[in-house]
């Protein structure tokens, strides 16, 4: 059984940081994503990253202050968020395939 949880979502002041953790289990060697779903818009890609960890993609939206991060070949996955600003906040997701998580929440705010 395929499982996705995610972690480090919070509230904090633009410009600050988060560390968010999917912690995934039922699976191997598999691409993972990370998607966001901010209020009133649909859900967008963010970042990916390979099953070796060494090749990731980053959305231009969130370049230059996010990075994503994987031990070789393991099923937990991060993404480092540096620099917030108020339009990152939103829920963000964990991806594989068609299995998601359930979300957790980032906030950016005064």
């Known amino acids: 059984q395929v499982r996705l949880e995610e972690s480090g979502g919070g509230s904090v002041q633009p410009g600050g940081s988060l560390r968010l953790t999917c912690a995934g289990s039922?699976?191997?060697?598999?691409?993972m994503d990370w998607y966001r779903q901010s209020p009133g818009k649909e859900r967008e890609w963010v970042a990916g990253i390979s099953v070796t960890g060494d090749a990731s993609e980053i959305s231009d939206s969130v370049k230059g202050r996010f990075t994503v991060s994987r031990d070789n070949y393991k099923t937990t996955v991060y993404l480092q968020m540096n620099s917030l600003k108020l339009e990152d906040t939103g829920v963000y997701y964990c991806h594989i395939g068609p299995y998601w998580g359930q979300g957790t929440q980032v906030t950016v705010a005064p």
């Open positions: 039922g699976f191997s060697n598999l691409y």
